[in-house]
């Protein structure tokens, strides 16, 4: 719950909104604080914020195909920003990992894709996913851990492995440059594998 500096509820955060994530209740919570100062209405505020539309690469909800959900969080180049998203995605079962090796400590991200319940499926890209699979093998994670060539490879490896129902995600913590030109250019191209193969 959001409480004004006057200790009233001006938000329940158990409210469905399309902004995933405990992390994000910290943005929400800068929101009212605003509002406040604004003189706006809390509960148009709190309206806007239930439909307010994450931005594109953001934990993206790309949609549904073939009764699994995609989302695309390509924006989410360091370990911290994959594991809120992990934490955020309803029914995660499949994540898609890895791209440019820039020397980042991946250590806390390993250990927690280790010890994630709710993952049953690791697709690496190059080269940091590389790195995390040596690494997941070494701990002998009982995940299933696939390597893939390239985003059409991912893509269509989360197909054959992610069940009806579940949720998959690329949340690559790491950047794009080692193939794409940004982060944008590497959520397009797993949207389109997604709906090409959808």
């Not at 791209?99 to 890209?125: A, E, P, Q, W």
């Not at 940091?128 to 490896?157: H, N, P, S």
């Not at 790491?174 to 944008?184: C, G, L």
Request: proline content about 2%; overall charge positive.
């Amino acid at each position: 719950m959001i409480k004004n500096n006057r200790e009233n509820l001006i938000y329940d955060c158990k409210r469905k909104r399309k902004l995933l994530g405990k992390h994000n209740l910290y943005n929400v919570a800068a929101t009212f604080c605003v509002s406040d100062i604004l003189g706006l209405s809390t509960n148009k505020v709190a309206d806007l914020i239930d439909d307010f539309e994450p931005l594109e690469h953001r934990m993206e909800l790309v949609g549904s195909y073939r009764q699994i959900t995609f989302y695309n969080d390509s924006i989410a180049t360091i370990p911290e920003a994959a594991i809120n998203c992990i934490k955020s995605i309803p029914n995660i079962q499949t994540i898609i990992i890895g791209g440019m090796d820039r020397g980042i400590n991946l250590s806390s991200l390993i250990v927690y894709l280790n010890d994630n319940k709710n993952l049953k499926t690791l697709i690496f890209l190059k080269d940091t996913g590389y790195k995390m699979y040596e690494e997941l093998e070494k701990l002998g994670c009982k995940k299933r851990l696939i390597k893939a060539v390239d985003m059409k490879d991912a893509v269509k490896k989360a197909y054959e492995f992610t069940q009806k129902n579940y949720a998959c995600v690329l949340s690559p913590a790491a950047a794009s440059y080692n193939v794409y030109k940004n982060f944008e250019e590497r959520g397009k191209d797993y949207k389109k594998w997604i709906k090409e193969f959808g």
